[in-house]
């Protein structure tokens, strides 16, 4: 324990418990997995909640004496504790940081029962990098320390509209106030888990779904001045599984942030992917949002990358890249290159690879990277990908079935035994969109993906955003289906 730690070893800030003689940290009693060197990090900046801690002092407490490239452990290990933090994807933030100099934990803490007195601050408007720039399926909900789900049932963590982070703090919230977002944040997270791990249910789903949007409405009700609690209710309306049906909620909170602060560049970003999803709207541009937001924050990485991935979606693939450069440029540890259209599917497996190696990942990454693996025709270690993910969150007889598959009949077999579980899932509750489609695409199924297609369709899924850019519905375009689909979506 640090010198500088008062009395007491249990931590406590909003729905989060650190227990700093085992090294744990829970979230309402679950514990949450965290690295040393994340969970190093906390400790520091628990240490003096409210004040900034250098850059310099972490690396030399955490690797001193050492030749380790500081900068990038620095990087990762934030992100690493943002991920577990669910800190990386709402405007409530944690953990602020403060370009160049540091960071500075700005929750509410209390030690043994003891409230410790935070510093009243302004946060520097700025969108952090998230550590989900995971392209071609997106989805808001960004679980709290755990990686969204493996094989067959991750996917993933960040749609469109998680692609940014930010807290311009021009209100300062009651604490009642934020106890009821973070709740309510909690709950709605748990909505996706349930459908997602094994040992979950769609009843038990919209139970969570249901709170978590009772406790972030109670939070405006207390406070209806509070920014983020307007974005988070958006966020969680457009969360998968599909509430479409509540779009005029979301839509009247994004008006009502942007009446509240118009200088939000994330409240911007949100309305522009908002825009996207809804796409039976047609009541404000998308385009205009995404460029306010960037005029907002001209240095935020997140802010160009968003604009690209809308580019690319409107086949202007081109000034997409130009974006995809220049957020690479300001954020050189996230790879955004990869995502572009433009790079071939077979630089998309190099970099991939590179990125997962260099950096760690989990969730859709390991099911993007098993798909370029299966297309390369590299089909062991796209089972093996696919089977450790779908194994990590609970689906090991499924994982098995997969390994017996390949086993008996190659790739073919392999692939059709994933869409078998697939279908078979997706007939007891709802079963992520993007990854279905993915599975009946592999294997050939042309029937199976326009039918799957034309559901994700209905549901307004992220997927039906990319059908211009992603080029692996090349093959689907004379399809008179496809043509159908992507008419109704307003495309040529």
């Known amino acids: 324990m640090g010198d500088g730690l008062p009395d007491g070893s249990l931590v406590r800030f909003g729905v989060f418990e650190v227990d700093l003689r085992t090294g744990e940290l829970r979230k309402q009693g679950v514990r949450i997995r965290l690295q040393e060197q994340p969970f190093r990090i906390l400790q520091i900046l628990l240490e003096r909640p409210g004040e900034l801690v250098t850059r310099e002092e972490l690396q030399n ?16 290990g934030i992100k690493k504790l943002r991920e577990a933090l669910n800190d990386e994807s709402d405007t409530l933030r944690l953990i602020e940081t403060l370009p160049k100099r540091g960071y500075r934990f700005i929750g509410s803490v209390t030690r043994n029962g003891t409230a410790s007195r935070i510093a009243q601050t302004e946060t520097d408007n700025e969108i952090p990098a998230s550590s989900s720039l995971v392209r071609r399926r997106w989805l808001i909900a960004t679980l709290a320390g755990i990686l969204p789900l493996g094989a067959l049932l991750v996917i993933g ?8 982070s930010d807290l311009r703090l021009t209100h300062s919230a009651t604490s009642n ?58 966020r969680a309306v457009m969360s998968e599984p599909p509430h479409v049906d509540l779009a005029p909620k979301a ?21 522009a992917s908002f825009l996207c999803w ?49 957020a690479q ?37 390991y099911w993007q990277l098993g798909g370029l693996e ?29 390994e017996m598959a390949y086993a008996r009949g190659g790739s073919q077999a392999l692939i059709a035994e994933v869409v078998r579980v697939g279908d078979r899932i997706a007939s007891e509750r709802y079963f992520p969109r993007d990854m279905i489609i993915d599975a009946h695409r592999y294997a050939g199924d042309r029937d199976g993906t326009l039918a799957w297609l034309a559901i994700a369709r209905k549901e307004h899924n992220p997927v039906i955003l990319h059908l211009r850019s992603d080029v692996r519905w090349d093959p689907y375009r004379s399809d ?3 043509q159908a689909i992507a008419r109704q979506v307003g495309l040529p």
């Open 329 to 365: 440029g300001l954020d050189p540890y996230n790879d955004y290159l990869t995502l572009s259209p433009l790079t071939s599917r077979a630089q998309q497996l190099e970099r991939k690879r590179k990125w997962i190696r260099v950096n760690g990942s989990g969730g859709y990454d």
């Open 251 to 271: 839509r009247s909170a994004l008006i009502k942030a942007l009446s509240l602060d118009e200088a939000n560049p994330e409240t911007h970003l949100l309305m």
């Open 374 to 402: 299966f297309e390369a025709g590299q089909f062991s270690d796209a089972l093996k990908d696919w089977t450790a993910l779908a194994r990590q969150y609970g689906w090991d007889e499924e994982a098995t079935a997969w």
């Open 480 to 482: 008179p289906r496809f």
């Open 157 to 164: 963590v960040s749609k469109r509209t998680d692609r940014t």
């Open 177 to 234: 106030a934020q106890q009821d977002l973070l709740e309510g944040r909690y709950h709605a997270d748990r909505a996706y888990e349930e459908i997602v791990f094994k040992s979950g249910d769609t009843k038990k789903s919209e139970e969570e779904f249901a709170k978590g949007v009772f406790l972030i409405e109670r939070s405006i009700q207390k406070d209806p001045n509070y920014v983020p609690a307007y974005l988070a209710l958006t």
């Open 61 to 76: 407490r955490i690797w001193p004496g050492t030749f380790v490239d500081a900068d990038h452990g620095l990087y990762n």
């Open 278 to 326: 809804n796409i039976e709207g047609g009541w404000d541009d998308p385009k205009n949002h995404y460029l306010r937001a960037i005029e907002l924050r001209p240095d935020s990485a997140q802010g160009h990358e968003a604009y690209a991935e809308y580019l690319d979606d409107q086949g202007q693939l081109e000034a997409g890249m130009k974006e995809h450069q220049r």
